[in-house]
């Protein structure tokens, strides 16, 4: 069975920092591609970051510079930093395996495997 399980959610004032893992089973990790999608409230789904099997990475433009994806394969763990945040990054963060879209809500099961999603808060 494939599990992602996130963790490293919380709260924090603008301009602090957290950093989120998911640490995959099930599966061989290489082979997969991984992102961060989050939903916050009254927003549709968005995907923030990914980062592929031989480490390409992509972000929303809201995040660029801010956020920094990576993994870990020794570990099956994906992270994701991120720093300088604000109040609009509120939502609940979701990590994601082969999923290149998703639709107005996450998680959409209708592509790839999710986690379960942990809650980000950012209070100014």
């Known amino acids: 069975e494939v599990q992602l399980v996130e963790s490293g959610g919380g709260s924090v004032q603008a301009g602090g920092s957290l950093r989120l893992s998911c640490t995959a089973s099930?599966?061989?990790?290489?082979?997969?591609?991984f992102g961060w999608y989050r939903q916050g409230p009254g927003h549709e789904c968005e995907l923030v970051s990914s980062?592929?099997?031989?480490?390409?990475?992509e972000y929303a433009d809201s995040v660029k510079g801010r956020f920094a994806i990576s993994q870990d394969h020794a570990k099956n763990t994906v992270h994701l930093q991120m720093n300088s945040l604000k109040p609009e990054d509120t939502a609940v963060y979701f990590c994601a395996a082969d999923v290149p879209i998703s639709g107005p809500d996450c998680p959409d099961f209708d592509f790839g495997y999710w986690g379960q999603g942990t809650q980000v808060t950012v209070s100014s």
């Open positions: 099930g599966f061989t990790f290489d082979d997969h591609e």
């Open positions: 980062i592929s099997s031989d480490g390409n990475t």
